[in-house]
């Protein structure tokens, strides 16, 4: 059977997820991906592994683990590779960009109204009670992951020794990530018994309830095998598509216009972004305040802003870098037109990156599944990401909490010291009675979500 035949039965159904459905609930995940990278990996977590029951808990881990090792949005990344699973490229390619587009424009129209109007009232409006419902969410999902990647004491130590240096040290990611990975590796060795439940990484895993599972073990996962002739068409594709209009942006306008600046300046940004968002956005707003001049000072706050309470990758703030630099020095075009462009160049080389890395290296990934040494260290990896994502649920809530919170350092230890008196008492509540809906009475996601934002958006205007 030919790959483009085969790839059009995959798209009817041939692994019991027809591309109809699979669009529909990549639509719901992107326009309720709120709340940053722990809102969204729970997100997902809830419909993918839990409700659909498309893949099981141990492979949605071994393809987290991978994306969290990953330069850029790891939540994007993580659905482009779910799609790709189950729909090849082209689910791939429609699950990353729909996890993109609501966001993007959002951003973009938010980035009209702030150049035009300054007045973003309206957002914050309807996203304060938002923000209190996806808390409940990312809550629930770590301690829905942590009971089941945190099957021993060693790996309720290594959560928590994540946490800890993540949160209290900024240790970076790729630190916390690369010795987990280590300690796995050497004590699946050492006693394989402890690290052979710490996120189901083997074969024992399947289980015929699981959609991605089940069609491996009948055969119809082909598109998952390596092949180097494969790699060498997805790379030279994908490296055309990411720096060919950079490379015509340079021999049209040279190395100064804002256009060229941004696509060169954001194509950095795209390797180097370990870590999440956080890692490089003070880098992003030193460069562009003081370098480029594409900001003002406090600007980028503002940016933020909108990236945190919208949905998509937390990285698409960037698009309101983008859009701010090209309005600001528009030349010869209409300033709102420029921005337009800045925005969409900027957008394009952060994010076609990500494609590559997905579709180049998940093939190599799943033939690792099986490896019981990779499986002890993906095992450890997955205790540690529970930290980690701890690390971004508590610091999310906090900012659901507080207005403002001021980070602190001591030395090495860092401390998010909220002021108290910026306590956002309303926000409080909505967050304690989502939680209680959704953990203790079992209240679905989108009702929950659907009432916050309505008392969230009366409390905000009401001045409750």
Avoid at 46 to 57: F, G
Avoid at 122 to 128: D, E, G, P, R, T
Avoid at 201 to 220: L, P, Q, S
Wanted: hydrophobic share 55%; proline share 4%; aromatic share 10%.
């Amino acid at each position: 059977m030919s790959e483009s035949n085969s790839e059009e039965k995959d798209r009817s159904g041939i692994i019991g997820v027809s591309f109809r459905e699979a669009l529909g609930a990549w639509t719901k995940i992107a326009l309720l991906s709120f709340g940053g990278p722990a809102g969204q990996i729970a997100l997902m977590h809830r419909v993918l592994v839990e409700d659909k029951k498309w893949i099981s808990e141990g492979r949605f881990l071994h393809a987290l683990n991978y994306c969290m090792l990953l330069p850029g949005p790891e939540a994007q990344q993580l659905a482009t590779y779910i799609g790709w699973l189950l729909h090849r490229t082209w689910g791939g390619l429609v699950a990353g960009t729909l996890f993109i587009v609501p966001g993007a424009v959002v951003i973009l129209a938010l980035s009209v109204l702030y150049a035009g109007f300054n007045d973003l009232s309206i957002v914050q409006a309807i996203f304060f009670g938002i923000k209190a419902a996806v808390l409940a969410v990312v809550v629930q999902a770590v301690l829905r992951i942590g009971s089941r990647a945190l099957t021993n004491n060693l790996m309720i130590a290594i959560a928590v020794t994540a946490f800890v240096a993540i949160f209290f040290f900024a240790v970076p990611f790729p630190v916390i990530v690369i010795a987990a990975a280590v300690i796995g590796y050497i004590g699946g060795r050492v006693n394989p018994m402890i690290f052979s439940g710490g996120g189901g990484h083997g074969e024992a895993e399947t289980t015929e309830n699981d959609v991605i599972d089940a069609a491996e073990a009948a055969g119809k996962l082909n598109h998952t095998k390596p092949s180097l002739a494969r790699a060498i068409r997805v790379t030279s594709l994908c490296l055309v598509l990411w720096l060919g209009p950079v490379t015509v942006l340079i021999a049209w306008m040279g190395m100064n216009n804002v256009f060229t600046q941004e696509s060169l300046f954001f194509s950095k940004m795209a390797v180097v972004t370990f870590g999440g968002a956080y890692a490089v956005l003070a880098y992003v707003a030193q460069q562009a305040v003081s370098t480029y001049g594409w900001l003002a000072p406090g600007e980028m706050l503002d940016g933020l802003g909108m990236a945190e309470t919208t949905p998509g990758p937390l990285i698409m703030v960037v698009q309101f870098v983008g859009f701010m630099g090209a309005y600001r020095n528009p030349g010869m075009l209409d300033p709102m037109l420029a921005g337009v462009l800045g925005a969409a160049i900027t957008t394009w080389v952060t994010f076609v990156p990500c494609f590559l890395w997905i579709f180049l290296g998940g093939p190599y990934i799943e033939s690792l599944r099986g490896n019981k040494s990779l499986s002890a260290a993906l095992s450890a990896i997955t205790a540690a990401i529970v930290g980690v994502v701890l690390n971004l649920a508590v610091w999310f809530g906090l900012h659901v909490a507080f207005e403002k919170v001021e980070e602190q350092n001591f030395g090495p230890l860092r401390l998010y010291v909220p002021v108290w008196n910026t306590v956002e008492i309303a926000a409080v509540i909505l967050a304690v009675a989502a939680m209680v809906a959704m953990l203790r009475f079992k209240v679905g996601m989108i009702p929950t979500l659907a009432v916050s934002t309505v008392l969230g958006t009366a409390i905000f205007y009401t001045g409750f």
